[in-house]
């Protein structure tokens, strides 16, 4: 009685405000776990690692530090919207692609919007942007599309 309950529920339909919400919902989350381990790290680094520096200087650290964040850890973050997705059935990819494009189009704007006067650092912002783009896109992928005991 329970497994079936449990797969109609999995069946039942979902209005297009569940599911943009959703998106929304998961797009704003990983914005934020993605800021979360960036502000972590350059905490960690600045306490933990290297406590002598002054504030410009982890300022300067974090510019640097962060985009590496953002490759590191957009795999499982985005694999992680790729699951939760998986609730929609077939539109899961859909869903998930959904919410890398509107990543991937904040991070275009935010491209647009540094300095192109930092030796190097444009180019730097650049390369990490495109591996980062990469794991979001695999791991969104990923996450909707590979199987499992919640999902084809």
Known sequence: MAASSSSSLAAAPVSNLQFWGAVAAAFVLSLLVMLACAYAWVYIYSVLIYSAGDQAYYEAYAQVASPVVA???????FF???RFMRRFGRRALF???AVVVINLTMDAAVLL???RDADGAMAHLVLMSLFSALGKLGGAYFGASAPGKDGP
């Open 95 to 97: 869903a998930a692609m």
């Open 71 to 77: 490759v590191t850890v957009a795999w499982p973050v």
């Open 80 to 82: 992680a919207v790729g």
């Open 113 to 115: 919007s540094v300095s």
